[in-house]
């Protein structure tokens, strides 16, 4: 019997891209979204690429009674817990709403998974929870300093949450997903990053001036104190970022994980700066990009990217793909979904 999967979040980007996989590698996932950032006609997409029609629950994930049905209703192994606001800038202007929403909706899964005996809990992270690290790579040890943004402290309470409530003697088990920067967007063109609201994000930015949906972008800062001024983060593909979660999900669920609760930090191990990531765009899509140099955005985080040795010996997980990976599937998506 397919083991059926809560995927919270499900119409969004990584969820939408991890519906595929789950699906890929036998799992019968459910999606479950507010459609507050995304729209559930992805789902179609979804089905086009993988054969299968997924459930869908267009639920607010902070109505508790509303979830609480649906946990009466269905009957979990796993629930993979992806739906939150995201975006580090606009945290900062509006700290109560990413509290109210992120803290409310975490806080429904998980008391929910432990009281329906939910085996595996998986929860999207970000290595926001990290801070202003003082140097990268960063490991699963690294101490947390202060969130340098509402985003980062909602999914440092997130973490905590998680480590106050699954105990050793606990029927679910927890996996805390550290992403890094997820970017690039399905194989197949069909489905990538597609946010409802205006793209803030670095690389659909970059696309989306690409193909004139902005006369430009602004670069916030090149006055750090890196190799080009700009900001370091660690790209990972959506993809590679969605395989990760079916090999966390496999770790419970076949028994393998012994402790209540692993950490695993999801990025390729390699940073790039903006002004990279903009070069790398340009030179896979031979097209110029028109930016702007402005000042910093608060919030942002100098550099930091991934040592994601854990990952791959505990899970046997390996990322494919690289920034240029990244770009020309991002660029081939931005194409696509401008003719949508
Ligand atoms: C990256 C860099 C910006 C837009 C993201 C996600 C967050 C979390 C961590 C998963 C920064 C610069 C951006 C623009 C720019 N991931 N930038 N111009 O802030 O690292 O956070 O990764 O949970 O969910 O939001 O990503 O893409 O916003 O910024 O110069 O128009 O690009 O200043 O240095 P960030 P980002």
Redesign the pocket.
């Known amino acids: 019997m397919s083991k059926k999967i809560l995927v919270t979040g499900g119409t969004g980007y990584i969820g939408s891209h991890t519906i595929i996989d789950l699906i890929e590698n036998g799992f019968t996932p459910v999606s479950l979204d507010n459609g507050i950032n995304s729209d559930a006609s992805i789902l179609e997409q979804v089905e086009q690429i993988t054969g299968v029609k997924v459930k869908h629950y267009a639920v607010d994930l902070c109505d508790y009674d509303a979830t609480r049905s649906i946990f009466e209703k269905e009957s979990f192994d796993g629930v993979i817990h992806f739906a939150a606001l995201?975006?580090?800038?606009e945290s900062v202007a509006y700290p109560f709403k990413y509290f109210r929403n992120n803290l409310n909706s975490t806080l429904n899964a998980l008391e929910l998974s432990k009281e329906f005996g939910v085996k595996a809990f998986i929860f999207?992270?970000?290595?926001?929870v990290y801070g202003n690290v003082e140097s990268s790579p960063v490991t699963e040890s690294t101490p947390l300093m202060d969130a340098a943004s509402p985003?980062g402290r909602t999914?440092q309470m997130g973490e905590q949450m998680i480590q106050d409530t699954i105990a050793e003697n606990s029927l679910t088990k927890a996996i805390i997903l550290r992403?890094?920067?997820?970017a690039g967007a399905h194989i197949s063109g069909l489905i990538g990053e597609a946010p409802t609201n205006q793209a803030?994000?670095?690389?659909p930015?970059i696309t989306e001036t690409a193909i004139g949906k902005r006369p430009s972008?602004?670069?916030?800062?090149t006055d750090y104190p890196t190799r080009d001024g700009?900001?370091i983060?660690d790209y990972i593909h959506v993809m590679d970022l969605a395989h990760a979660h079916t090999l966390a999900l496999k770790s419970i669920l076949d028994d393998q994980q012994q402790i209540p609760i692993e950490i695993y930090n999801l990025g390729i191990g390699a940073g790039a700066s903006?002004l990279e990531v903009i070069h790398a765009f340009e030179s896979v899509t031979g097209q110029a990009l028109n930016y702007v140099i402005t000042e910093?955005?608060p919030?942002?985080?100098v550099a930091i990217y991934a040592n994601y040795e854990k990952a791959k010996t505990q899970l046997s997980w390996e990322p494919k793909y690289n920034i240029e990976d990244i770009m020309r599937t991002a660029w081939d998506w931005e194409i696509k979904r401008s003719k949508l």
């Open positions: 995201k975006a580090v800038g999207s992270s970000s290595c926001t985003y999914k992403y890094f920067n997820p803030l994000n670095l690389v930015v972008m602004s670069v916030f800062g700009s900001c983060r903006v910093r955005r919030g942002d985080v």
